[in-house]
């Protein structure tokens, strides 16, 4: 079947720009979760949905970053007014469930994001 | 804190030699770890994974035991092929509130050589 999917594949942007980072996820899994991939940082989670409500937004980095999930299905991570430090490769991942902490996590091949 | 440590890489080695790439946890309670592998220009693939302590993970001749008392999953491999050229990840996944997230050491890159 159909892995999880990612749009745009690459995404340049100027500094201060608004993104939209779209997902969609393995058709009937109901847990959905962002990360980032950067040199420095390595890889780090942003946010986790279950469902269409966020338990856990710790790892958005400020308040430009959000993310929303319709539809118990497609998720939009967007960052306003982006930043040089912003570039990286956004990562979306789903799981079956989500509530089981063995519940293995998909990924997509990732969004490369450009800040000039 | 609540980490992931992998041993710094990059790693290379020849065909047929054998593979350990280190990776020690801190954690309260009894996480599930994984290793994961992302292969030149592609996603991450979950590679194996262990859900408590004693069990062994294994997929395409790699494994990994959970230990406990050490809290290390070391990832091994008896002969690499030039196949298995890629960046390794070990993460953990803790219960309670942390359910979603998924923690990840630095990743580890190894190079085999024909």
């Known amino acids: 079947g159909a892995g999880v999917s990612q749009s745009p594949s690459n995404k340049v942007t100027e500094k201060g720009k608004d993104v939209e980072l779209r997902c969609d996820p393995i058709?009937?899994?109901?847990?959905l979760y962002w990360y980032r991939q950067s040199l420095g940082q390595g890889l780090e989670f942003l946010i986790y949905f279950q469902g269409n409500s966020a338990p856990d937004k710790s790892g958005l980095p400020s308040d430009r970053f959000s993310a929303e999930r319709t539809g118990g299905s497609v998720s939009t991570l967007t960052i306003q007014r982006t930043q040089q430090e912003d570039s990286a490769v956004y990562l979306c991942a789903s799981s079956l469930m989500g509530l089981d902490k063995g519940d293995t996590q998909y990924f997509g091949p990732g969004t490369r994001l450009t800040v000039l | 804190g609540d980490s992931v440590t992998q041993m710094e890489g990059p790693v290379t080695l020849s065909e047929e030699a054998f593979l350990t790439i280190n990776c020690t946890y801190t954690?309260?309670?009894?996480?599930?770890l994984f290793w994961y592998v992302q292969y030149p220009g592609e996603g991450l693939q979950l590679l194996l994974k262990?859900?408590?302590?004693?069990d062994k993970g294994s997929n395409k001749g790699f494994e990994a035991t959970y230990r406990k008392e050490t809290t290390s999953f070391h990832l091994e491999k008896g002969s690499v092929q030039v196949s298995d050229s890629a960046v390794y990840f070990c993460?953990?996944?803790?219960?309670?509130?942390?359910?979603?997230?998924?923690?990840f050491g630095q990743g580890t890159i190894l190079t085999v050589h024909p």
């Open positions: 954690a309260t309670g009894y996480p599930s």
């Open positions: 993460a953990k996944r803790a219960g309670g509130t942390s359910y979603g997230k998924l923690t």
């Open positions: 058709s009937g899994h109901t847990a």
């Open positions: 262990a859900t408590k302590a004693d």
